[in-house]
Every structure is written in C-alpha cells, then in structure tokens.
C-alpha cells in the first residue's frame, strides 16, 4: 500500500472537505481517506496498482477548480515497497528496536491525531421545545452537533424585497435564503437539492436565490449580471436553471446565446449584459451574505439559520421536517 500527503487550495467549506472524502473512498483502489478543512489538508492510502496518484489528484481538482500539491511524508505504507512487495527486515539490537518501538508508537498517535481530527463526522438535527423563547410563537430550535447547523448559533433575519428572487409558495412558512454562485460545481447540486426539497414542500417552504460569486471563478460575476439582465424580462428562473444546466459551457457568447433560446429579446439582453447594469446588485448581495456570516458556497439559511455546503438531501428534509 502506498500513502500520499497533499494540499488542497481554493477549498472554502466544511462540506467540500466531506465530499472529497466520500468521492475518493468510491474510487476503486483507495483504502482510506482523509481531509482535514482548516488545515487544507490531506491523506489517501492507496493500492498503486489500481489508481496513481496523479488520478487521485485529478479527482480532487475536478470537484472545485482546486489546485493540489503534494505534501511532506509521503511514502509507502511501512512494511510495503512501492510495488506492494514486503520489505524484508534484518534483526535489530535491543536498542534499536526500543527506538523503533518508540518511534512506531509515535506514528500510531500522529495517525489517531489525523483521525480524530479529520474523520468526517455524521450530521444530525435536534429539535428541542424551548417554552422560555421569545423568538417566535413556535418556539422550537434546530441545532446539529457538528457543522450542518451549529449549536447557539445566531438566527439571522431577512428582509425579502420585490427584486428579490422568489421560487416557491410566496405565502410559506418556511424561508429558504440561498447565497450561491453559478460556477460553482458544489452549487450545481445544491440545485438538484432545492429542486427536490421544493417539489415535495410545495406549500410549505420557498426558496429566495442570492448572489455571491466566487473570485476564483472567471465567469461566476458575468453569469449572474447574466441571471438579472434575465429577470429585467421576466425570465430569472428560466435562465437560472439554464446556468446550472450547462455549468460547463460558460462564456459571454453562450450567455447570450442562452437568452436568445429562452425566448428573450436579444438586443436588450446583451445591451444589459455588456454594460454591468446589475454588477452592483450582485455584488450588494454578496456583501449582505458577508454580513451574514457567509463564507463561501452554497450558504442556505432555513428560516435564519444556516447550513453550510451541499448537504446531502436527507439533511434539509430534516430541517424543514423539525419546523
């Protein structure tokens, strides 16, 4: 077996570093994987006979535009050779195998140190009756022991305007407060998430759509001025899903080239388009999501709270299903 070390750069949430691991855990040859968020950080155990290191850093760069480097101690798993062989080992002086039981032991808790720190941890709401609250006529509180929600966090408030984007029951009970960025790959699936939730909710949650573009992706600005110049003829919706749909054509020809095929009037779309005219809305919303505590995509708040990431599916059903 073999172990590798890497850096992961662009990565901006707890969820993306879950997601690595679940998609390197499928890839046939890797027996362990690991990554750790706030460090940026790293491992595989692999078998180089079923999957190199170079595919192993392709699979993570394609799940975000990120950039990896290999990282220090990276070598075969102790008592295999690069090639899976057994290293044949000499009989050592009682010294020398006190300081490589020592040093063995050493290895054993900087490996559970990595475990304990890194292992992706499971998700799980509590809803818990607070008869002293305040905060609303139905006081129940959703908390998660780990970063889907987080426990005593803030419940933010929202102002929902007429220029904002609004899919849904426009009367439910349930606000849905989406901070996301079209270029995004994680945002694509939260798409398909939204898509469902609001499919088996239709009456009791609505979803209202934010700006909050990515600086390092090259078109994320461009595609939601795009997105706006689109709402200025009643066509958001329709060009949205049209962006997440075709995540992986993005240019400014193609944008519009898009409205054009949705049926939009094409001289005042790229007119709007060319000229920036909804650049600072876009960027007005990614400062409100500063505000709010955002710090990268998707963002979801659930009447207030957040929810980092794309979450699989079941966590959202929860959330709703607890309010």
């Known amino acids: 077996m073999n172990k590798i070390n890497f850096k992961i750069k662009g990565m901006n949430c707890n969820s993306c570093a879950l997601l690595i691991v679940q998609e390197l855990k499928k890839q046939p040859g890797v027996v362990e994987a690991k990554v750790d968020f706030n460090s940026k950080s ?10 190199q290191k170079q595919d192993i850093f392709n699979i993570i760069k394609k799940m975000g535009d990120y950039q990896v480097e290999e990282a220090g101690d990276t070598q075969p798993e102790e008592g295999k050779q690069d090639d899976g062989e057994e290293v044949q080992r000499e009989k050592a002086p009682r010294g020398r ?5 020592l040093t063995g032991g050493g290895v054993v808790f900087l490996l559970l140190m990595i475990f304990f720190n890194v292992a992706p941890r499971q998700f799980s709401l509590l809803a818990q ?3 002293g609250s305040s905060r609303n006529q139905n006081p129940v509180q959703n908390e998660a022991r780990t970063g889907a929600i987080n426990e005593a966090q803030k419940i933010e408030t929202f102002v929902i305007a007429e220029t904002d984007h609004i899919r849904g029951n426009q009367n439910a009970s349930i606000t849905l407060v989406e901070f996301s ?21 239709p009456q009791k949650i609505r979803l209202v759509y934010k700006h909050f573009p990515l600086g390092f992706h090259a078109n994320a600005q461009k595609a939601a001025e795009a997105s706006e110049c689109a709402w200025e003829q009643d066509k958001f919706w ?17 944008f519009k080239k898009w409205a054009k095929s949705l049926g939009l009037k094409a001289n005042q779309f790229n007119d709007c388009l060319d000229a920036g005219k909804y650049a600072k809305k876009v960027q007005a919303d990614a400062k409100e999501g500063e505000e709010k505590g955002v710090s990268g995509t998707p963002a979801t708040f659930i009447n207030g709270q957040l929810i980092t990431g794309a979450l699989p599916y079941a966590t959202f059903k929860e959330a709703v299903d607890s309010l």
């Open 42 to 51: 790293g491992l595989a155990i692999y078998d180089k006979t079923k999957i």
């Open 238 to 254: 329709e060009y949205h899903d049209k962006l997440f749909e075709n995540q992986a054509d993005y240019s400014v020809e193609n």
């Open 129 to 131: 009756v607070n008869s």
């Open 97 to 101: 195998f006190v300081s490589g039981l």
């Open 181 to 201: 960025d079209f270029e995004c790959p994680f945002c694509e699936r939260q798409y398909q998430t939204m898509k469902q939730l609001l499919a088996e909710y």
